[in-house]
C-alpha cells in the first residue's frame, strides 16, 4: 500500500524558514517524480514544487521559486520542501503527492500538514 | 490557466452533474480530475480526460479535448458532494482549476 506522511509544518514569524519532510512507502521511491501542493484555508488546491525520481530536475511555482528548495533522499524514500522567508500567503496545508509515470497527474496524495505563518 | 464553471452547484441525489473546464491553450487530452471531500486530502479520479482510474464509481465520466473538458456524474450519490479540481500540465507548470463545489440541494 502507498503511503506518503508528511512531517515539520509548524506555526512559524513572518520571515523564518521551515522544512517539511515526506516519508514514503509501498512503492520504488527512486522511479518516481514526486511533488508538493497546497491549499490555503478556504482556498483551492496550488501546485508548488516538483522533483524527478533522480533528483536532477527540479521546478518551481513563481509564488515560491528563489525562496524554496525541493529535495528527496532516495535512500530514505523521503521527500523534503525548506521553505524561506516565509510570507502571509505561504500560510496552508502542504501536500506531498507522487507523480503518474507520465508526470502528468497526482496519483497519491499525503495526509497534509498545516504551515501558518504569523506576525 | 484553467476555468472551472460553475464554481459551485446544488443538486439532489440521482441529478446528472456536469461540470465544465476550460484551457487558455488546447491540452490535447492531458486533463485530469480530482474530487476533494472537506478535511481530506484530494483524489484522482479521470486522468487523460476520460480514463477512469481504479476502484473509481462508473457514475462518473470525463470527456473533451483540446481546450474544453467536461466531468459528468451521471447520478449523484450522497457520498460525491464534495469539490472538484480539473488539472492541467503545460510547461512543467502544473495548473488546478479554481474547484467546483458540489453542495447538497
Known amino acids: 500500500e502507498v503511503q506518503l506522511v508528511e512531517s515539520g509544518g509548524d506555526l512559524v514569524q513572518r520571515g523564518g524558514s521551515l522544512r517539511l519532510s515526506c516519508a514514503t512507502s509501498g512503492f520504488t521511491f527512486s522511479k518516481y517524480a514526486m511533488s508538493w501542493v497546497r491549499q490555503a484555508p478556504g482556498k483551492g488546491l496550488e501546485w508548488v514544487s516538483t522533483i524527478s525520481g533522480n533528483g536532477v530536475a527540479t521546478y518551481y511555482a513563481d509564488s515560491v521559486k528563489g525562496r524554496s528548495t525541493i529535495s528527496r533522499d532516495n535512500s530514505k524514500s523521503t521527500l523534503y520542501l525548506q521553505l524561506n522567508t516565509l510570507r502571509d500567503e505561504d500560510t496552508a496545508v502542504y501536500y506531498c503527492v507522487r507523480d503518474t509515470s507520465g508526470w502528468y497527474y497526482f496519483d497519491y496524495w499525503g495526509q497534509g500538514t498545516l504551515v501558518t505563518v504569523s506576525s | 490557466q484553467l476555468t472551472q464553471s460553475p464554481s459551485s452547484l446544488s443538486a439532489s441525489v440521482g441529478d446528472r452533474v456536469t461540470i465544465t473546464c476550460r484551457a487558455s491553450?488546447?491540452?490535447?487530452?492531458?486533463l485530469a480530475w480530482y474530487q476533494q471531500k472537506p478535511g481530506k486530502a484530494p483524489k484522482l479520479l479521470i486522468s487523460s480526460a476520460s480514463t477512469l482510474e481504479s476502484g473509481v464509481p462508473s457514475r462518473f465520466s470525463g470527456s473533451g479535448s483540446g481546450t474544453d473538458f467536461t466531468l459528468t456524474i451521471s447520478s449523484l450519490q450522497p457520498e460525491d458532494f464534495a469539490t472538484y479540481y480539473c488539472?492541467?500540465?503545460?510547461?512543467?507548470?502544473?495548473?488546478f482549476g479554481q474547484g467546483t463545489k458540489v453542495e447538497i440541494k
Open positions: 491553450q488546447g491540452m490535447s487530452t492531458f
Open positions: 488539472q492541467v500540465l503545460n510547461s512543467y507548470r502544473w495548473t
